[in-house]
């Protein structure tokens, strides 16, 4: 059956429309979960507040069991969902970039429009930048190509590198989530901070 | 019990669960059984030598032959414009573009029509169109068309306005048995220019039957 654009159940044109109601529905719950409070972000690095891990850590694996489970009924064929095809150098180097500027920015690209949407200035300060660096890269592509291309991987799953079915991959990674939550509630009783 | 208490047990148990069910049930094919069984059924694929030879004569682009037998098969007899695709390398991705397009006819064949017909379901379950099978192989291409056999005594003029088309086909072809052409046809029998003439003339017979 699924994915539902792929097999031509819904046209384009609603795959889009869902796509802009699913994306108001994330925005929606990444500013109640206060996200667009950039010393919430910020917090997990220093260790007082790790709601950012935990709603992350939970939107993965939901989705992940989710998916699972209705390739299980038949619902959708994982072979059809597309995959960003994984470049392992750029992705380790645009890692560190993304999580240096999360911390200094105290928000994420998606964030960051969350908290501009509510008229937060830092947010949009924080968009500026982010053009800057889209623009940066788009016309000195020329000289990160041989980066950005390097080491090429396609779409690689940890599952298969193990040697492990999906299914005993995706329950390690709950134990490992479940493990992380608890140890993110310790980290929070260790390093309080009450006013932000 | 606190949230994350909630959130560990229903985790838990559903992670338990996708670990110990066997992995990926789901189907790559598109098409259900029911489905094949009905195309199967109907013979959809197949399309009878008289309509390939007549479009290898006239060398009608929109059709593509495929040899799903082995290399050492294809080399000593193929069909004009065939390419060699064995069977066992039917899914892989070098093929893909080739055998899942919307423009081309490709017609698979064989020796008989197993093979073919093999190569034609496993492309078809997986969403792919236009592909076709040989109707009874190159066995049946032997007899129909590169041998054809003269119609008995008590016979209707399609079938010998069919007789005349495959006997036209096959010199187009440069196969067969030329010897049983009248001399008057053998002579230009080398070129596929004469091959053109006669096949026209039967085009409304082959549409007849």
């Known amino acids: 059956m699924g994915p539902l654009a792929v097999n031509d159940i819904i046209s384009p044109n609603t795959n889009f429309f869902l796509a802009f109601v699913i994306g108001i529905g994330f925005g929606f719950v990444l500013e109640q979960s206060g996200f667009s409070s950039s010393r919430k972000l910020a917090g997990l690095f220093y260790g007082y507040d790790m709601v950012v891990l935990k709603v992350f850590f939970t939107g993965g694996v939901t989705a992940m069991l989710g998916l699972l489970f209705f390739s299980l009924f038949g619902w959708v064929d994982l072979n059809l969902v597309y995959v960003n095809p994984t470049f392992l150098t750029s992705a380790i180097v645009g890692g560190l970039i993304m999580g240096a500027g999360f911390i200094m920015g105290g928000f994420c690209p998606g964030t960051s429009f969350c908290g501009a949407a509510i008229g937060k200035l830092d947010a949009m300060i924080f968009i500026l930048g982010l053009f800057i660096g889209v623009y940066f890269f788009a016309f000195g592509y020329p000289m990160f190509e041989t980066l950005y291309k390097s080491a090429p991987m396609s779409s690689p799953k940890i599952s298969t590198m193990l040697n492990l079915s999906d299914g005993v991959f995706a329950f390690i990674l709950v134990v490992v989530a479940l493990g992380m939550f608890y140890l993110a509630e310790w980290v929070e009783k260790k390093f309080p901070r009450e006013e932000y | ?209």
């Open chain 2, 1 to 209: 019990m606190k949230p994350l208490h909630y959130l560990t047990l229903i985790l838990m148990i559903l992670a338990l669960i996708i670990a110990l069910v066997p992995q990926n049930t789901t189907r790559p094919y598109k098409l259900t059984a029911l489905q094949m069984l009905t195309e199967i059924r109907a013979g959809t694929q197949f399309v009878s030598p008289d309509e390939v030879a007549d479009k290898i004569v006239k060398k009608d682009p929109s059709i593509q032959m495929i040899d799903v037998r082995n290399p050492r098969e294809f080399d000593m007899f193929s069909l004009p414009g065939a390419i060699n695709i064995p069977l066992q390398d039917i899914l892989s991705e070098t093929n893909f573009d080739l055998l899942n397009q919307g423009t081309k006819m490709n017609i698979f064949y064989s020796n008989g029509s197993t093979e073919a017909n093999e190569a034609w379901l496993l492309t078809r379950q997986l969403g792919y169109q236009n592909n076709y099978v040989l109707q009874g192989g190159l066995n049946y291409w032997m007899e129909t068309i590169l041998n054809p056999m003269p119609p008995g005594n008590v016979i209707s003029n399609d079938e010998i306005a069919r007789y005349d088309f495959r006997k036209a086909a096959s010199m187009a072809m440069g196969g067969g048995n030329i010897s049983a052409i009248a001399p008057s046809a053998a002579a230009p029998a080398g070129t596929p220019k004469p091959g053109v003439v006669p096949v026209q003339k039967k085009k409304k017979a082959s549409g007849g039957c």
